[in-house]
């Protein structure tokens, strides 16, 4: 356990680095790089940085530097709040929420969080009770 946050603090030191250089070649460019791949082509960096825990680094629709390793662990530990509030729900209900937020305001005043990946949403099937994800818009 102690050697996977050590990996993965390592994983957000890289993220901060790639966030600084993002910003030196927004800086010289007056843009932001569409993929890190752009860092290294203009000799910002010398070589993009590899993910210990075997995820990948990429920018964001907002230009910022994410891990994939980051954003699955966050995906994961959203996923198992969101279907530990649908059981919380029918245990004390009866029956599977109609929403998710149906089943998430009954642990207070919360709002469903946001899927980590740009483009991604959760799901929920009224009829099963199954949280999953998918593309937005669909």
């Known amino acids: 356990l102690a050697e996977l946050k050590l990996k993965e603090l390592d994983a957000r030191e890289n993220v ?43 920018v964001d629709e907002d230009g910022r ?22 059981e919380r729900f029918k245990e004390e209900k009866g029956r599977t929420p109609a929403t998710l937020h149906e089943a998430v305001a009954l642990q207070g005043p919360r709002s469903v969080p946001p899927h980590p990946y740009q483009g991604r949403t959760w799901r929920y099937s009224p009829a099963t009770g199954e949280v999953s994800e998918g593309p937005a818009g669909r």
Not at 65 to 86: E, F, G
Request: hydrophobic share 40%.
């Open 65 to 86: 530097a994410q891990s994939t390793t980051i954003l699955d662990m966050k995906k994961q530990k959203i996923l198992d709040y969101l279907r530990a509030c649908v």
């Open 16 to 58: 901060a680095r790639l966030d600084e250089a993002i910003e030196r070649f927004r800086e010289r460019r007056g843009y932001g790089p569409k993929t890190l791949d752009e860092l290294v082509a203009t000799g910002i960096l010398a070589a993009l940085p590899t993910d210990a825990l075997g995820g990948t680094f990429l």
